[in-house]
């Protein structure tokens, strides 16, 4: 019983000397190999030369904070659904009376790990996120590491550091005061 149709003739072709000693494809390896003997080579010697990261790279995971110093993320969850890699596990917990400084919604991440070994990088966590607290950051690159325990990035290593910017916003008894002439002359 034929199962297709289709059906191919093959030519039983008696192969050359040359053929029979594969001859045509080793000198063909060779020239390949000549070629390539005599071309730049696209190596760079990591540690000294660092290497220009085009604007589409992902690096570093980042949690943004918002305007006040505040942690954007809410535990909405699908940055962990989006991901393929099943990289990302968070623990939601409400917010308490007097962290109103500390989160912007009512939940919010109490548990954030990503596995950099499990991450492949690819942003979708940066995209379905609808509080924009996710980040890539395309200066820095995933650093070597050393043992399997520091893979694993909680929220000490993922929040965004607190700056002056930050303090400043929240901190009401700071006055600042203008550092431009025109501004101080104007004031006067």
Do not use: W
């Amino acid at each position: 019983m034929q199962l297709t149709n289709r059906s191919k003739q093959v030519s039983n072709k008696e192969m050359t000397l040359a053929e029979k000693m594969y001859l045509p494809a080793v000198i063909g390896g060779l020239a390949i190999t000549i070629r390539h003997f005599f071309r730049k080579k696209p190596t760079i010697q990591y540690p000294e030369v660092k290497r220009y990261l085009g604007p589409i790279y992902r690096g570093h995971h980042i949690l943004k904070r918002d305007e006040q110093g505040r942690e954007r993320c809410t535990a909405c969850g699908l940055c962990a659904v989006a991901c393929p890699a099943e990289a990302i596990s968070m623990v939601a917990a409400e917010r308490k009376k007097g962290e109103e400084s500390l989160y912007r919604e009512e939940k919010y991440a109490a548990v954030y790990e990503i596995n950099m070994l499990r991450c492949i990088f690819c942003g979708l966590c940066e995209e379905a996120c609808p509080k924009q607290a996710v980040y890539l950051r395309h200066d820095k690159m995933v650093p070597v590491f050393q043992e399997r325990d520091e893979v694993i990035y909680g929220k000490d290593k993922l929040v965004e550091k607190m700056d002056d910017r930050y303090i400043r916003a929240n901190n009401s008894e700071v006055k600042t005061t203008p550092t431009e002439p025109s501004l101080t002359r104007a004031a006067t």
